[in-house]
């Protein structure tokens, strides 16, 4: 399994019908890659090909370890359950996870990923030590265990190990389950050395804040000022109506307008679950230049609330879509409910579009494609020279893209039904998944079924 896809393959020309670029469908085009990376995209030879080209989806939120529960917090426990009684459940599990199975079902996860047109995932990874909070023997197992995850899948990786220090803004100790989370600075920085020298094309590593409730000031100071200053910093920041009222009262101001008042938040930051934002704040992250995380099927499985989509778009705001709790691996399921979230509250239709692009299709997929770059630190989101030689190949064969122009394609491809419609996908230049499959599914799906028994047990 190559390390870093492409290596030995030689240069290769890659000819598409219709190329997506960030200013629309180019017909006739194709690209050079060479060693993972496009090499030229200057081509305009007509091959008959008919392939519908897309470069390959970034997914900013994933906690992988959930894929493992998903559809098992359904069961109504008390009238009032919510975020907070789900996450006692989320933790009961949690605590069930080793090296060998968190390996397994990221594995699970990542193919299923890449099958649905996902080529990179941000790792928001805090599931460091054992169930009892001791380090492992080798204090980074859990996250080699993803990092080998997405190697042996083929998915390119930001993983972003979480600093977890305090159970609530007050300063409080971490709960017994929240005890393998956790890390002193020192500790915290060091796993970030160790992992850093593993680094290479198709594995960053930036750097996580669990939340505002969950790092003290001081420490947040301490780390921001030890990382690379290229690193990737994420934060979840206002995800929940009661910690924003904790933000509140303990430090002066919510979430997001401490955070931008305190820290030199820039295109470095993503910011996830940021749900509720005043105008302010909404105005003020889209001049930071950080990029929201949203996950619209997760935040509506936990009842988060609805992102003020419309306003951030007049703001100017940089965003993606992130799975996140993994109960939708669907990156057209996320685009479609974050605009259907926004016409079920306003009662409007064709909500998410910018001057110039009346396709609410195309307007989310260019913001999902133009957040890659900053939120992971890879080099993606277009196939132009030097990016990274990551592609989905439409279905073209399929019946929803019967009469399909460069008009509708991307439309068609988000509001029309549940086929998926990703065929072919490579990551640095090999083919991870034809035909839909990944090419180690059932290997992988032997070993998650067996992970599963063992989590069970
Ligand atoms: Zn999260």
């Known amino acids: 399994m190559p390390r870093s896809a492409g290596e030995n393959a030689g240069m290769q020309t890659i000819d598409a019908a219709m190329l997506w670029t960030p200013s629309g469908w180019r017909g006739d085009a194709g690209f050079d890659i060479d060693a993972g990376r ?3 995209q200057d081509r305009a030879q007509p091959t008959g090909s008919g392939h519908w080209i897309v470069p390959g989806l970034p997914n900013l939120h994933s906690h992988a370890f959930q894929r493992a529960m998903a559809g098992l917090a359904e069961h109504q426990t008390n009238p009032e359950d919510s975020f907070w009684t789900w996450r006692e459940t989320m933790y009961r599990f949690a605590a069930r996870f080793d090296p060998d199975t968190l390996h397994a079902v990221a594995a699970q996860l990542y193919a299923e990923m890449l099958e649905a047109g996902y080529t990179t995932v941000c790792e928001f990874h805090y ?21 080998s995850a997405a190697r042996d899948t083929g998915i390119r990786l930001t993983l972003l190990p979480v600093l977890y220090m305090s159970g609530g803004f007050d300063g409080r100790a971490l709960s017994e ?17 160790t992992l850093r020298r593993d680094e290479h094309d198709g594995l960053r590593i930036g750097c996580a804040l669990h939340s505002l409730r969950a790092v003290p000031a001081e420490a947040m100071r301490e780390v921001l000022a030890a990382l690379p200053g290229d690193s990737p910093v994420h934060i979840h920041i206002a995800e929940q109506i009661g910690e924003v009222q904790d933000c509140i009262s303990i430090r002066g101001a919510p979430p997001v307008e401490w955070l931008l008042a305190n820290a030199e938040v820039d295109a470095r930051w993503t910011l996830v679950h940021a749900t509720h934002l005043t105008d302010e704040e909404v105005q003020g992250i889209a001049n930071s230049g950080a990029t929201v995380a949203i996950c619209p099927t997760t935040e509506a499985n936990l009842g988060d609330g609805l992102f003020p989509l419309r306003a951030y778009l007049d ?19 996320e685009l479609r409910w974050l605009e259907y979230g926004q016409r079920l509250a306003t009662r409007h239709r064709n909500i998410a579009v910018l001057p110039g692009t009346a396709s609410v299709g195309e307007t989310l997929l260019r913001g999902t494609l133009a957040s890659g770059a900053n939120a992971t630190g890879h080099a993606i989101g277009s196939l132009a020279d030097k990016q990274c030689a990551d592609w989905i190949v439409l279905d073209s064969d399929a019946p929803q893209f019967a009469g399909v122009t460069a008009h509708d394609a991307v439309d068609r491809w988000i509001f029309s039904g549940n086929r998926n419609l990703v065929r072919d996908v490579h990551v640095a230049g090999t083919q991870v998944v034809a035909e839909g499959r990944h090419r180690d599914r059932d290997a992988i799906a032997r070993r998650y079924r067996a992970a599963i028994e063992t989590l069970s047990g």
């Open 38 to 40: 496009v090499r030229a």
């Open 315 to 333: 703001a100017g705001g940089a965003w993606g879509i992130g799975s996140d709790s993994q109960i939708s691996v669907s990156p057209i399921e």
């Open 127 to 147: 599931l460091h030590h054992a169930p009892d909070g001791r380090p492992y023997a080798d204090p980074a197992a859990m996250s080699r265990a993803l990092i």
């Open 177 to 193: 389950r929240q005890q393998r989370f956790g890390h002193g600075i020192d500790d915290y920085l060091r796993l970030l050395d």
